[in-house]
């Protein structure tokens, strides 16, 4: 049974083109964050949402708007792309109580290609 | 100075040796630390929680030192499935839900 699932698991598409990531977890979790890792293996934080309100919105372009419907989905659309997008997005989900907010699970990712 | 620092490695070790990864950090008011470890082209897991002085599990023990500001992962008997990227992961003081990831440590254990 798979805890935090995304989709597409690739993607590949020409600059100036608009694409969505779905992720949906399965834990029973209250926040649902997404992650980038570009090419250096750094893993920031994008967004995070609780209950479908948006609680962390770091400094990232306005081209990525999220999208939460319940607590159990969260979405990434990205505009326009360009080819500095490319990365791997993961999203992760956790409970938002203290401590445990930092015990977080990951999906397994998407691999995001702009030509 | 970056928030988290990591040695990048690799560290690279034959099975059964013992290896130390360190990862220092900035913010002297964290209370809180992780060890995340990545396997290649895979999602990061939660390895160990720190919350004290140290935690130990199994093979794995990693330890705080608050005065020097770091924390430590010591790693015992290796095998070859701890080949993997070992991230450190400080949160800001009172900033629940957000981590500050360290670029990671690299482990490469060999038969």
């Known amino acids: 049974d798979t805890a935090v699932s995304q989709t597409p698991k690739y993607l590949v598409t020409q600059m100036g083109n608009d694409k969505s990531i779905k992720c949906e977890q399965n834990?029973?979790?209250?926040?649902m964050y997404w992650y980038k890792q570009d090419s250096k293996k750094f893993l920031k934080i994008m967004f995070s949402?609780?209950?479908?309100?948006?609680?962390i919105n770091e400094t990232v372009p306005n081209r990525f708007s999220p999208k939460s419907p319940d607590k159990a989905h969260l979405n990434l659309h990205i505009n326009s792309l360009e080819l500095g997008d490319s990365a791997v997005y993961f999203c992760?989900?956790?409970?938002?109580?203290?401590?445990?907010?930092?015990?977080?699970?990951f999906g397994p990712g998407t691999r995001l290609t702009v030509t | 100075r970056k928030e988290v620092e990591q040695d990048p490695g690799p560290f690279n070790v034959p099975e059964g040796a013992t290896v130390a990864f360190n990862c220092t950090y900035s913010?002297?008011?964290?209370?809180?630390f992780f060890w995340y470890r990545q396997d290649c082209r895979k999602e990061p897991k939660l390895l160990m929680s720190?919350?004290?002085s140290g935690n130990e599990d199994g093979r794995f023990t990693a330890q705080l030192n608050r005065a020097s500001q770091y924390i430590s992962l010591l790693i015992r008997d290796s095998k070859l499935s701890d080949s993997a990227t070992y991230l450190c992961?400080?949160?800001?003081?009172?900033?629940?839900?957000?981590?500050?990831f360290g670029a990671g440590t690299r482990l490469a254990v060999h038969p």
């Open positions: 834990l029973g979790h209250d926040t």
């Open positions: 720190v919350y004290s």
């Open positions: 913010n002297s008011a964290s209370q809180s």
């Open positions: 949402y609780n209950n479908k309100e948006l609680i």
């Open positions: 992961v400080v949160p800001p003081k009172g900033g629940y839900n957000k981590l500050i």
């Open positions: 992760a989900s956790s409970l938002h109580r203290g401590l445990s907010s930092y015990e977080q699970y």
